[in-house]
């Protein structure tokens, strides 16, 4: 797993370099997929970069991508450890030109994350984990381990086009708010310690928590559906995540804080 940590990094990396040449290009070769969701030929060059590398360093281990047909359970679930791609999370920010989209690459063994990778072009910045090694951040700089912060003043990051409301009212607590788009960047600040909560209410996929999940718990965080259960990889005919919560801190009293809601999931 150590071994696929560096040569991920630079892929995603790599990826980030693909999407950048065509930001800001006059055609971003905006399309809209069956499920009305936006993609751009930035996505899908972020998504051949990935598939092309992770195949020939690792032939043997089968790619789970949005940007892909997804096999049926039957083919799938058998499957002991697997890649899991978000080529690009925030496709809505990139055409806003926000600059908060992110490339996702996380790897899932026996069901659960046990790596991820998420590069920040805009900001050339990679967060990135694996099972009880630590969290960690690199810039031009250098890189930092970097944990969730003390309780203190509670600070929710936000979504740049989602209305508040939508969220806060399950929320019995006063915070504080950070606005940012793409799921993964969001889960990346709790776990950097500049916010506390993120809740996600609305349709996402098992790639959108796959790498965020093992740098939020390396971190000291933890990732639960809305009804604080765990979320599940390659269990279901669908991949269609719950609404999930990203929470830092434990010493949070999230289970008071936080009210379960239920929403009717997809199968």
């Given at each position: 797993?150590q071994?696929?940590?560096?040569p991920?990094?630079?892929l995603?990396e790599?990826?980030g370099?693909?999407i950048?040449?065509i930001y800001?290009?006059?055609?971003i070769g905006e399309?809209v997929?069956?499920?009305?969701?936006p993609v751009t030929?930035a996505?899908i060059?972020a998504n051949d970069?990935?598939?092309?590398?992770l195949e020939?360093?690792?032939p043997?281990?089968?790619?789970?991508?949005?940007e892909?047909?997804i096999?049926?359970?039957?083919k799938?679930?058998?499957?002991?450890?697997y890649?899991?791609?978000d080529?690009?999370?925030?496709?809505?920010e990139f055409i806003?030109?926000s600059?908060?989209f992110?490339?996702?690459i996380?790897?899932?063994?026996?069901n659960?994350?046990?790596?991820?990778?998420?590069h920040?072009?805009?900001?050339?910045?990679?967060?990135?984990?694996?099972?009880?090694?630590?969290?960690?951040?690199k810039?031009?700089q250098g890189?930092?381990r970097i944990?969730v912060a003390?309780p203190?003043?509670l600070?929710?990051?936000?979504?740049?086009r989602?209305k508040l409301?939508?969220v806060s009212q399950?929320?019995?607590?006063?915070?504080d708010?950070?606005p940012?788009?793409?799921c993964?960047?969001?889960?990346?600040?709790i776990a950097?310690?500049k916010a506390?909560?993120?809740?996600?209410?609305g349709?996402?996929g098992?790639w959108?928590?796959?790498?965020?999940q093992?740098?939020v718990e390396?971190?000291?965080?933890?990732?639960?559906d809305a009804?604080?259960?765990p979320?599940?990889y390659?269990?279901r005919?669908?991949?269609e995540?719950?609404?999930?919560?990203v929470?830092?801190?434990?010493?949070?009293?999230w289970?008071?804080?936080?009210s379960p809601?239920q929403?009717?999931?997809?199968?």
């Amino acid at each position: 797993m150590q071994d696929f940590l560096a040569p991920c990094i630079e892929l995603a990396e790599q990826a980030g370099l693909a999407i950048m040449a065509i930001y800001r290009q006059n055609d971003i070769g905006e399309q809209v997929k069956q499920d009305h969701t936006p993609v751009t030929k930035a996505d899908i060059a972020a998504n051949d970069v990935l598939m092309a590398g992770l195949e020939k360093m690792a032939p043997d281990i089968p790619i789970m991508s949005e940007e892909t047909p997804i096999p049926s359970l039957e083919k799938r679930q058998h499957w002991q450890r697997y890649w899991l791609l978000d080529p690009m999370d925030g496709t809505g920010e990139f055409i806003l030109e926000s600059g908060d989209f992110a490339v996702n690459i996380a790897l899932i063994e026996n069901n659960r994350p046990v790596l991820g990778v998420i590069h920040w072009p805009a900001k050339n910045t990679t967060y990135f984990a694996t099972y009880q090694q630590g969290a960690y951040k690199k810039t031009p700089q250098g890189v930092e381990r970097i944990s969730v912060a003390q309780p203190a003043n509670l600070t929710l990051a936000v979504s740049r086009r989602q209305k508040l409301e939508a969220v806060s009212q399950y929320l019995n607590a006063t915070f504080d708010t950070v606005p940012l788009g793409s799921c993964s960047l969001k889960a990346c600040i709790i776990a950097e310690g500049k916010a506390d909560c993120f809740m996600r209410i609305g349709p996402t996929g098992e790639w959108d928590t796959g790498a965020s999940q093992v740098i939020v718990e390396e971190a000291g965080g933890c990732i639960t559906d809305a009804e604080f259960n765990p979320l599940t990889y390659n269990q279901r005919e669908s991949t269609e995540n719950p609404d999930f919560i990203v929470m830092g801190h434990p010493d949070w009293e999230w289970q008071k804080m936080i009210s379960p809601h239920q929403r009717s999931h997809h199968n």
